[in-house]
């Protein structure tokens, strides 16, 4: 299962995106598949996890005001954000226990929280990445927790973790994966899964 130590390890996997400067130009590059450019992809991370970390503390019954959607700042600064919002939710989630807190996909549980930040992370970080021709290869357990936790649906024998991550959101393709632009998680928890991929049932807040 994920936890609040791989929301972490997951910032840290990042680490490569800071071996381009401010000053490249890539960082204006589109990050497919979204339609943002590199720099605006690592501004949602920050900002889907502040949102995150807001649900949690406050242990939402319902979507909370979004605290940031984008601001201004070089991409070094971006990144730092990513790193301070990873940490507000993860100590947010040390503190969940077994209490929930309500997504648009579901009442998650602390590592449904933790796996859908990790998503987050990881994904979004590998489509700035690509921008800007950069590789990651973050840690193949941290991959097939969250597959375990939000993708149970993927069956894990297909491929390496990291490759069935980019394929079930929609970034790779790997037989027997299913390849739905309307992926989304199982955050609720396990027991309450139904056996079936979930799609997404509302719009992204997020544009």
């Known amino acids: 299962m994920s936890t609040s130590e791989d929301v972490i390890a997951a910032v840290d996997a990042l680490a490569p995106l800071q071996a381009r400067p401010d000053e490249d130009p890539a960082w204006s590059c589109t990050a497919e598949p979204t339609s943002w450019t590199a720099v605006r992809t690592v501004e949602h991370i920050a900002d889907a996890l502040v949102f995150y970390a807001a649900q949690v503390a406050r242990r939402a019954d319902r979507a ?7 601001r201004s700042g070089p991409a ?3 990144l730092d954000n990513v790193s301070s919002a990873a940490h507000l939710l993860a100590a947010a989630l040390r503190t969940l226990g077994a209490e ?4 648009p996909s579901g009442s998650a ?4 929280w933790a796996g859908m930040a990790v998503t987050e992370l990881l ?41 069935l991550l ?11 994966v299913p390849h739905d632009p309307q992926w989304w998680w199982q955050s609720a928890p ?14 992204p807040r997020w544009t």
């Open 109 to 112: 549980d602390a590592s449904g």
């Open 64 to 70: 909370l005001p979004v605290l940031r959607d984008g």
């Open 123 to 163: 994904v979004h970080g590998r489509d700035a990445a690509e921008a800007l021709d950069l590789d990651l290869d973050p840690p193949a357990g941290l991959c097939t927790r969250v597959l375990t936790r939000v993708f149970p649906w993927v069956d894990q024998r297909l491929g390496p973790p990291w490759d």
């Open 100 to 103: 929930r807190a309500w997504h």
């Open 166 to 176: 980019l394929a079930v959101t929609g970034r790779a393709w790997v037989a027997g």
């Open 190 to 203: 396990l027991q309450e899964w139904d056996g079936r991929p979930r799609r997404r049932d509302s719009a």
């Open 76 to 78: 070094s600064v971006q």
